[in-house]
């Protein structure tokens, strides 16, 4: 077989100064790779990603591919992004109007470095144009044979894709395709409705989810954010002080009877939270270490909090009249025994994933199609 290999690439029917991105929503202010850029078109920040996927989906990658293959490359991911393109249109292909979307350009543009790099490691002729109709066959019995036949039908789809497209692409892609006549699914023998493989959870365990969910949500979600708000406040009051404004600050604090000192915790001897007692005065002492135990004016200080926590005058959490409930020993009291800034972020995931849950059970959709409804759901209680 005579290999073919040019020595200056064909003209493409796409401008090296188009943007790739001409058919999705474009993000304010963003500007899109264009088609010239030959090793990466990151998409990040130029498109709408869903909270669930990952930055590197949104990164179509071009790079260890010779300039043909490279050109190759660019050329589908083109195509794929703007189904509707003049040019496209122009060489009589049709694809369906609405363009590809960006992690499924990336993983299939993906795929097609991997067969580049099976020609290579097969010592298959350069241009894939050359490859043999039992090459590609060969390649996705390597490709079943790495995983289950469900991961190979996209490999199939791309190779499709090489003739589907050859009146678009410069080099002209595969004369013919490899399984005429023959669906994606059916070269890998996987049906188009494959099995479900994800157990369904069931009653006893989804219903007092949902219902836990809805009590983080409804009786615990006001006092997290609550209490968050005035965390955060603290940290943007508090303001670095010399000793002397410090122990100014320390003296009339101790001196209003309404001022409580945090403490860890009610069973046996409460141990006071130094960090977030000088929030509560008003400065931050990380690097002033104002309740140091190293000298006798910090020991001092130490000794006249302790004071007042043999005096009663404590607090557990950040914030006082958190909600009342009945806890699984039937006793009556606070929702949370000690909700302070360390609780407080764990708290905080725990509200986040019971909103993530409860929009899941109402819309009953995935977590990549329910972003924009979770994300309203914490705007409008207030979390970040």
């Not at 490279?70 to 122009?90: G, S, Y």
């Not at 979307?101 to 990336?106: E, F, G, L």
């Not at 009339?252 to 005065?281: E, M, R, S, Y």
Request: hydrophobic share 40%.
């Amino acid at each position: 077989m005579t290999s073919r290999l040019p020595l200056a690439l064909p003209v493409s029917v796409f401008r090296d100064d188009e943007p790739v991105i001409q058919s999705h929503p474009v993000l304010e202010g963003a500007c899109p790779p264009l088609f010239g850029n030959a090793g990466c078109w990151d998409l990040n920040g130029i498109v709408r990603r869903a909270p669930n996927l990952a930055a590197a989906g949104f990164r179509v990658i071009f790079r260890e591919l010779d300039p043909q293959w490279n050109l190759l490359a660019r050329e589908m991911a083109m195509t794929w992004f703007n189904p509707r393109h003049p040019a496209v249109l122009a060489r009589g292909l049709h694809l369906p109007p609405d363009p590809v979307a960006p992690h499924t350009v990336s993983q299939r543009i993906g795929h097609l470095r991997a067969l580049h790099a099976y020609g290579v490691s097969r010592q298959l002729p350069p241009w894939v144009g050359d490859w043999r109709d039992d090459d590609f066959k060969r390649y996705i019995e390597h490709r079943c044979q790495q995983g289950e036949a469900a991961s190979a039908t996209g490999h199939v789809h791309v190779i499709k894709a090489l003739h589907r497209f050859r009146g678009t692409l410069a080099s002209s892609g595969l004369a013919r395709d490899p399984w005429p006549d023959t669906s994606t699914n059916a070269v890998v023998d996987h049906p188009t409705v494959p099995e479900l493989k994800t157990p369904v959870i069931r009653p006893e365990t989804w219903f007092p989810l949902v219902r836990a969910a809805w009590t983080y949500i409804n009786d615990f979600g006001p006092d997290i954010l609550r209490a968050l708000d005035y965390w955060r406040r603290l940290q943007t009051e508090a303001r670095p002080l010399s000793t002397a404004e410090a122990d100014t600050r320390f003296t009339a604090w101790v001196a209003d009877p309404g001022n409580k000192v945090p403490v860890h915790q009610l069973t046996g001897k409460p141990t006071v939270n130094w960090q977030l007692l000088t929030f509560l005065i008003g400065f931050e002492s990380r690097k002033m270490a104002f309740f140091t135990k190293q000298n006798r004016i910090g020991l001092a200080r130490r000794a006249t909090a302790e004071r007042l926590v043999a005096e009663g005058r404590i607090r557990t959490s950040l914030i006082d009249g958190l909600r009342e409930v009945t806890r699984p020993d039937g006793s009556h009291g606070p929702w949370h025994d000690s909700l302070q800034p360390r609780e407080l972020a764990v708290e905080c995931l725990a509200l986040r994933n019971a909103c993530d849950v409860f929009v899941a059970a109402l819309s009953m959709m995935r977590d990549c199609e329910n972003g924009a409804e979770l994300h309203l759901m914490q705007h409008s209680a207030g979390s970040k």
